[in-house]
């Protein structure tokens, strides 16, 4: 044999014929990623031949995979590749790619399949203003700060420290997605003696459910005995694109003066300011503070003792552009409805400082602008729920008309709108859920008929046989035709009757059909958020994640949606 394998050599041929091969490991990856979180760290892959050291090439393949790369995508083996995603502003979903690793000896390339799963925020809690500053003499009025949900339903608690001059009212309470929860600070100034160094306190708002960044907040509180502090209350425009001409700001509180000035925090040079009142004034912001993109703080100040305000932020911001359009419950991109609560997900599409619904002139309606940031939807202005800088929750407006291809614009300030499209039908119901994912857990109250208390639904605290089960539902359409105008309505916590959807929605649980005693607005929330009340069925089952599925003429909720029973 020996002499067998020289005479092969000796012609020139191989004595076994063995394909190279190569490998890689681990043979595939996983990210996961939330927004507001870091992006994830890179993972390595080993890469290597069976024998010497081939040069290698690696690609991206898949359809919008140029949230993955994989360096170095060329040199010798073996190597280590590092792979990366960056998902800012993907909606929330999950998304394939794969990493192709071809060697130049071998035919057959190495797969490496990559999944990136982007889960939805955790849901944002919001408060109106960080600041409240009250001063006496007379004794000033009540103040409120309003709080906020970006997603799903949150549980809130107030606590006052060093201040046994000041009240909160209510204490605790739970946050409803597109409504708002008022909490109203009263102080007494009574035998509090006057000095030049303002009384302090702090409000202390905590929900544990919301974002790590958020779910801890503080209202500072002031109360000044006979100071002249000056306050800013709004600023006008809040937004103002790159590069612009000197823009002039219109600013409202209390207490200027005629030697009030205005100014930029870190800026010695005061802003060219005029005096309109002891309310208003206005202030010019120079060009060459706009050749950056940014926030500018603005600051108004009196001569001693009056001191300067707080400051309120002004965007420098760049043009938007809409990457997604999903319904607010669901998460789910498809058509929407009249009345339907919609996110816009996106690039640069709203204020750098968080804003929430308003109703700047107390008329029942929610604002259509609200820090210089405006949307329509075909044409129409639509209410604003949220904005920040990647995401805004509007209402499509009930004058829309049905169709496809409406066109939805996002206009900042002065800087060019941003477009997408979308496909208005009569429905479009979407559940929201605990999580603000649009799957799992539903956002739900028990109500007990044996107790007459409520209760959050979960795994640990079931519903049973008999009670009643509230749930929360955009994408109903138009169906309170006796309302008018209806477009950004907030319904009244006092009105004698409510409209209701007719026919009633159907509702079943485990597959059970359930009684609806209920579906119609949300007192004190924007019509287009609905509450429906179904009576847990017989047959249901029992369980941590029973499925229920509501249905509105032919169009039904999205499915994984779920309810603790037992």
């Known amino acids: 044999m020996r ?7 000796f012609l020139g041929l191989p004595a076994l014929l063995q394909a190279q091969t190569f490998t890689a490991l681990p ?4 990210f996961s990623y939330q927004p507001g979180n870091a992006l994830p760290a890179a993972q390595t892959v080993a890469v290597k031949a069976s024998s010497g050291t081939p040069n290698y090439t690696a690609v991206i393949t898949g359809a919008n995979s140029l949230w993955l790369s994989a360096t170095p995508d060329k040199g010798k083996l073996p190597a280590t590749l590092a792979v990366r995603v960056n998902p800012t502003s993907l909606a929330v979903g999950t998304y394939m790619a794969t990493v192709v690793v ?5 035919v057959t390339p190495v797969n490496i399949p990559v999944t990136l799963n982007v889960t939805a925020p955790l849901p944002v809690l919001s408060i109106g203003s960080t600041t409240l500053a009250f001063s006496s003499p007379p004794v000033p009025p009540n103040q409120t700060v309003k709080l906020s949900t970006t997603g799903s339903p949150l549980s809130f608690s107030v606590a006052i420290a060093g201040a046994s001059w000041m009240q909160v009212s209510p204490m605790n309470g739970v946050l409803l997605p597109g409504s708002q929860t008022a ?5 007494d100034p009574t035998g509090l003696v006057p000095q030049t160094a303002a009384y302090t306190g702090k409000i202390t708002i905590l929900a544990p459910g919301a974002t790590p960044a958020s779910k801890q907040q503080t209202v500072s509180v002031t109360l000044t005995i006979s100071s002249m502090t000056p306050a800013i209350t709004s600023v006008w425009p809040s937004s103002i694109p790159l590069n612009a001409q000197a823009t002039t700001l219109t600013i409202r509180g209390s ?12 800026i010695a040079t005061p802003l060219v300011t005029n005096v309109l009142g002891s309310d208003v004034l206005t202030a010019v912001i120079p060009s060459t503070m706009l050749n950056m993109a940014g926030t500018l703080n603005v600051v108004v100040s009196n001569p001693a003792p009056g001191g300067s305000s707080s400051s309120s932020p002004v965007a420098v911001g760049a043009s938007p552009t809409i990457q997604a359009v999903v319904n607010a419950a669901s998460m789910q991109a498809g058509t929407v409805a ?10 640069n599409i709203g204020p750098t400082t968080p804003v929430v619904l308003t109703d700047a002139n107390m008329d029942g309606f929610a604002d259509t602008t609200i820090a210089s940031t405006s949307v329509t939807v075909d044409g129409i202005a639509a209410p604003l729920i949220y904005a ?9 407006p009930y004058e829309a ?6 066109v939805i614009s996002v206009s900042q300030g002065a800087s060019p709108p941003s477009t997408a499209t979308v496909t208005i039908g009569a429905h479009a119901p979407g559940l929201f859920t605990a999580d603000g994912s649009g799957a799992g857990q539903l956002a739900a109250l028990n109500f007990s008929v044996a107790t007459s208390l409520y209760s959050i639904n979960s795994s640990s605290s079931a519903a049973k046989t008999g009670d009643t089960v509230l749930l929360y539902l955009t994408g109903e359409g138009d169906y309170a035709i006796t309302i008018s105008p209806r477009t950004g309505y907030l319904v009244p916590a006092n009105l004698p009757t409510y409209p209701q959807l007719s026919p009633l929605p159907t509702v079943t649980i485990g597959g059970a059909a359930a009684v609806v005693n209920y579906a119609g607005p949300v007192p004190g929330s924007i019509l287009g958020l609905i509450q429906i009340n179904a009576v847990v069925p017989a047959g249901a089952g029992t369980g941590a994640a029973i499925p229920v599925v509501v249905a509105i003429s032919a169009s039904a909720t999205q499915a994984g949606t779920t309810l603790g029973l037992k």
């Open 27 to 30: 043979v595939s990856l996983t």
């Open 183 to 187: 909490i109203t600070v009263t102080v």
């Open 255 to 266: 207490n200027f003066y005629a030697a009030s000035v205005a100014s930029v925090t870190g």
């Open 388 to 396: 920040s800088q990647n995401q805004i929750t509007v209402q499509v």
């Open 3 to 9: 002499h067998l394998l020289s005479f092969f050599v």
């Open 102 to 106: 071809t060697m130049t000896t071998s």
């Open 401 to 406: 008309t049905l169709g496809a291809g409406k």
């Open 338 to 347: 009249l009345g339907e609560l919609v996110t816009l997900f996106g690039n």
